[in-house]
C-alpha cells in the first residue's frame, strides 16, 4: 500500500493499539491505494486470542485483503503460509502471507508481505 487515504463514512481505517487484554480480540483494519490508479484496497488483521506482542503463525492470525465493496475478496485459510509480527507497542509490525482468493478458493493466490503501522 503506497497510501493511506482519509476515512470516509464507508472506509474507516481503524486499529486496537495496546488495548486488549489476553484472550481477547486485536484487529487493525487499513484502507489505501497501492499503485496511482487511486484504487482503494482494504488490509484487515484479526488475531481472536490475543496473546500479546510477538509472533503469530498461520490459523493464530486472520488477515483480508479487499477492494473497498469488497467484491474482490482473498482471505488467510486453512493451508495458507502466515507469518505476522507485532512489535512491543503493538501499534507495528511485519507481515508475510499466502492468501487464498475468496471467489475462486485458489489457494495461495495473493502475497501479501512488508511493514504496517498503526497511529492508534
Same mark, same amino acid.
Given at each position: 500500500?503506497?497510501?493511506?487515504v482519509?476515512?470516509? +463514512?464507508s #472506509?474507516k481505517s481503524?486499529?486496537? $493499539? +495496546? *488495548?486488549?487484554?489476553?484472550?481477547q480480540?486485536w484487529?487493525d ?5 497501492i /499503485?496511482? !490508479?487511486? &484504487?482503494? =484496497? ?6 481472536q486470542n490475543y496473546?500479546?506482542p510477538?509472533v503469530?503463525?498461520d490459523a493464530?492470525?486472520?488477515? &483480508?485483503?479487499?477492494? +473497498? /465493496?469488497? $467484491?474482490?475478496? =482473498? #482471505? !488467510?485459510?486453512?493451508g /495458507?503460509a502466515?507469518t505476522f509480527?507485532? /512489535?512491543r507497542?503493538q &501499534?507495528? $509490525?511485519?507481515?508475510? +502471507? ?5 471467489d475462486?478458493? *485458489?489457494?495461495?493466490? #495473493?502475497? #501479501? !508481505?512488508?511493514? =504496517?503501522?498503526?497511529?492508534?
Amino acid at each position: 500500500m503506497t497510501t493511506i487515504v482519509p476515512n470516509t +463514512a464507508s #472506509l474507516k481505517s481503524a486499529c486496537t $493499539g +495496546a *488495548k486488549p487484554r489476553p484472550g481477547q480480540t486485536w484487529a487493525d483494519e487499513f484502507y489505501g491505494s497501492i /499503485d496511482t !490508479s487511486g &484504487q482503494v =484496497w482494504g488490509v484487515d488483521f484479526v488475531i481472536q486470542n490475543y496473546g500479546g506482542p510477538g509472533v503469530y503463525k498461520d490459523a493464530a492470525i486472520e488477515i &483480508q485483503v479487499h477492494d +473497498a /465493496d469488497s $467484491g474482490k475478496v =482473498w #482471505l !488467510s485459510m486453512t493451508g /495458507d503460509a502466515v507469518t505476522f509480527t507485532l /512489535d512491543r507497542t503493538q &501499534q507495528s $509490525g511485519t507481515v508475510d +502471507a499466502t492468501l487464498t482468493n475468496a471467489d475462486s478458493g *485458489k489457494a495461495a493466490s #495473493l502475497h #501479501l !508481505s512488508g511493514r =504496517w503501522n498503526c497511529r492508534a
